[in-house]
């Protein structure tokens, strides 16, 4: 019989610990769903996506109770539009993200992701005519999520592209001002944006992936925190090697989870997402590991070596436990899905710049962050090529999701409700940047990108 | 299907029976039990045979779950592939 402690740490983790599989996301390929006929295109669209996903929702909800482990999420990701709607004689891609959004109701699904265009090295007419109409697409549809991948490691960094996406993210925002901005909730700005990652609201399923494929995302801050509750004032050794093997339980029940859910739907396994992935609820904070590390408040000095420690342990112990690891996988520092990053912010600790730093050593990037609805548009675009230029050097993944929140100032808050959770406005560097970003251009990519 | 039946709560007269009453309602298989009391609360493990239940496993869960409600207790069922998953290598 298995032993009766184990058991009981697994009922602890979910029952008071907020364990949870985060999202089980199936991606889906849309590249058979091309048409010179923007309507016929986006009934393919349609078709393709409620035929792929019908049995989803119903299958994990399955899954969740016969585990009796909760998986808060089902979502899609689909092929990135511009490339779907490139084909088709048309200047208005808004009804794309609508028909996306419909076969959202009819699947059940959480969130559908890949209203996207990938552009870091230059744009196409479709690239462009998507990026402009992300604003009015995220402003009309309930739950679709946009991205952009404006740079990488190889390519550099497309200002032209950062430029544009300064004023789409301010346009975003205006177009849901009755909302807090929360269109800009659903939109991400990445440098090396990678294919398979299940998370929202940055999932778009890669061109190189199969037809179909099941990618699941777990989580688990406050499994860790209670962990590290456990070794109070011991050295930095034992804090990693504690880590490490909370990481291989949470990944071994994702990695579970995932061929389940890839045997049942029939469809291809492709990744665990090894993500720390926080939500507001109390207990269930990154920011709260880093302060139990011994930090009086996230933000304080010694925070970026607590995440730098915690991001690599969790990739440690989680590697073992999965047959592919993939996605984002690492820890997220989200400040409005954070209840410790949220009071971090609001005491003042927790500054943007310090965002910044703490970005070059986590998973992803600037991520639910508010700043003043008055911010222009270039100090946006100055704020993403900053996080790009970390993104592009360091050879990682970094993101930008921010909400200049409309009529809101430094001290307000805007709460998004649900996972999206409350964020503080929080105060940017109010110098201009204009002239830098209106110099477009590429910044070119860096000589470590050279590598044959 | 192998399943393990958890049952954590207060200690009192009848749990065994009832819990084991409600599992032959439903011809669940009871394969092993374990149990300690500590300091009032009571701790049951049970592995369990659902191959001839007749109900869906989600059914059977919910009727377990209710069955504590009403006694006080935390009745629960997973299947045991998670325990060995999160804790065997």
Redesign the interface.
């Given at each position: 019989?298995?032993?009766?402690n184990?058991?009981?740490?697994?009922?602890r983790m979910i029952d008071q610990q907020h364990l949870d599989i985060r999202t089980i996301t199936m991606g889906i390929s849309l590249l058979d769903c091309c048409d010179s006929d923007p309507k016929r295109a986006c009934e393919k669209i349609y078709d393709k996506i409620t035929r792929s996903a019908r049995d989803l929702v119903k299958t994990g909800e399955?899954i969740e109770?016969?585990?009796?482990?909760p998986i808060v999420n089902k979502r899609i990701s689909v092929t990135p539009i511009a490339l779907i709607a490139g084909a088709s004689d048309t200047e208005d891609y808004v009804p794309f993200a609508a028909a996306l959004d419909k076969a959202r109701a009819e699947t059940g699904v959480n969130f559908v992701g890949g209203f996207s265009a990938l552009v870091q090295k230059g744009m196409t007419p479709a690239d462009e005519k998507l990026i402009r109409a992300i604003p009015e697409a995220l402003a009309t549809t309930e739950l679709v999520c946009a991205s952009v991948n404006i740079g990488s490691t190889k390519a550099g960094i497309n200002m032209d592209a950062v430029g544009k996406m300064g004023r789409v993210i301010k346009e975003t925002a205006a177009l849901t001002a009755d909302r807090g901005g929360l269109g800009c909730a659903k939109l991400v700005v990445f440098c090396n944006a990678v294919e398979d990652n299940p998370f929202m609201a940055g999932a778009f399923h890669g061109v190189s992936e199969a037809d179909r494929v099941i990618n699941v995302g777990v989580s688990g801050p406050g499994v860790v925190y209670h962990a590290l509750q456990s070794i109070k004032g011991q050295p930095f050794d034992v804090v990693a090697e504690t880590i490490k093997k909370t990481a291989f339980?949470v990944t071994?029940?994702g990695?579970?989870v995932a061929r389940e859910a890839s045997r049942r739907l029939d469809t291809p396994f492709g990744i665990v997402d090894l993500s720390l992935a926080p939500t507001p609820a109390v207990g269930d904070s990154v920011a709260r590991i880093l302060e139990e590390m011994g930090l009086e408040v996230c933000g304080a000095h010694g925070t970026t070596a607590a995440l730098a420690l915690l991001n690599d342990a969790v990739k440690k112990g989680g590697v073992m436990a999965s047959s592919s690891v993939g996605g984002l996988s690492g820890a997220f520092i989200p400040v409005s899905e954070d209840e410790g990053m949220i009071a971090a912010a609001q005491s003042g600790v927790l500054t943007l710049d310090k965002l910044e730093a703490m970005t070059c050593v986590c998973s992803v990037g600037l991520d639910m962050i508010a700043v003043p609805g008055d911010t222009p548009a270039e100090t946006l675009a100055a704020i993403i090529a900053d996080e790009a230029a970390i993104g592009m050097v360091n050879t990682k993944t970094t993101a930008v999701r921010l909400i200049p929140a409309p009529g809101m100032q430094v001290g307000d808050t805007v709460d998004f409700g649900g996972l999206l959770g409350s964020a503080p406005v929080m105060p940017v560097h109010t110098e201009s940047a204009a002239a830098f970003i209106a110099r477009g251009g590429r910044i070119p990519a860096p000589m470590h990108s050279l590598k044959n | 299907m192998k399943a393990?039946v958890?049952v954590?709560g207060k200690d009192q007269v009848g749990i065994i029976a009832g819990v084991c009453t409600k599992l032959a309602e439903y011809q669940v298989n009871v394969l092993?039990i374990?149990q300690?009391v500590m300091q009032e609360y009571f701790?049951m493990?049970m592995?369990v045979d659902t191959a001839k239940c007749s109900q869906p496993?989600?059914t059977l869960?919910a009727a377990l779950a209710d069955y504590g409600q009403n006694h006080g207790l935390s009745v629960?069922?997973?299947?045991?592939?998670?325990?060995?998953?999160?804790?065997k290598v």
């Open positions: 019989m298995i032993n009766q184990d058991i009981l740490s697994t009922i399955a109770a016969e585990f009796g482990i339980h071994r029940m990695q579970l | 393990i958890t954590i092993d374990s300690t701790t493990m592995v496993f989600d869960s629960r069922i997973q299947r045991e592939d998670i325990f060995d998953a999160m804790h």
